[in-house]
Structure formats: C-alpha cells, structure tokens
C-alpha cells in the first residue's frame, strides 16, 4: 500500500470518527436515542349532542409533543367536523359512526381551540400547551 493512501485512509477514518463523535453528543444533548421516533399521544374525543365528550374538555400538552386528536361521531343523523385554528389548517368530517383523527405536534406554548364549525361557539374546547 503506497504511503499517500495510507494517508488517505487514515484521515477517512478520522473523519468517521469526528462524525461519530459529534452525532454521539448531539444525541445526549437532546435526551434521544438513535433511531429513537416520538412517541404521538392519543386523546379521544366522543362528538354527540352538540358537545365533545359532554363537556368540551380542555386537553393540555407541552411544547413539541406530538398529539393524535381521534374524533368519533355518536349522534345519529348528524356530521361533525373538527380543526385547530392556529395549528392546522385541515377541517376533518366525520359522518355518524365514523372516526377522524388530526396529528399535530404542539408548539412552544399558547392556548388554541380545537372546534367543529358547523356547531361552534357551543362545541369547541381549548388546547392549553405549557411546560407544566
């Protein structure tokens, strides 16, 4: 092997080795793990009788974290839809005996409403992200 490949390859390997390093300490700084996703939490929401869940509950979260918001619709004879103005900008329809899901992962902090338009100001809750 002649002296410049040597060379070559040395400083590949060293290369791979600072690479290493640094992808090591990012992944410590941050709390995760290599290959590592997200957990999504899942809230359920029950759609019926102009109300989620009876009483429009406030659902809280913190920043970053990933929410799957699942609607099911129980009032016979009536469509539901539901959006997160200010976080989404999808308007999801869910028939009777159907059921939608939004996934949105949460910003830095703020209060949003996750709202059915068609039956809003009565059906709509808030969404309260904060550090706790």
Known sequence: MSKELKRS????????AVAVLLAAT???LSGASIGETQAVREVVLEARDVAFNAD????????????????RNTDPGVVHSV???????????????EQVS??????ASGDFEYVCP???????????VSER
């Open 26 to 28: 990012w992944v410590a």
């Open 56 to 71: 429009n509950p406030t659902i809280e979260a913190r920043p970053g974290e990933r929410l799957r918001i699942v609607v």
């Open 118 to 128: 068609q039956h809003a100001p009565k059906m709509k809750g808030k969404l309260v």
């Open 9 to 16: 390859l040395v400083g590949a390997v060293g290369l791979l």
């Open 83 to 97: 959006t997160i103005p200010g976080l989404t900008e999808d308007v999801v329809h869910v028939e009777y005996g």
């Open 102 to 107: 939004l996934e949105v992962t949460m910003p």
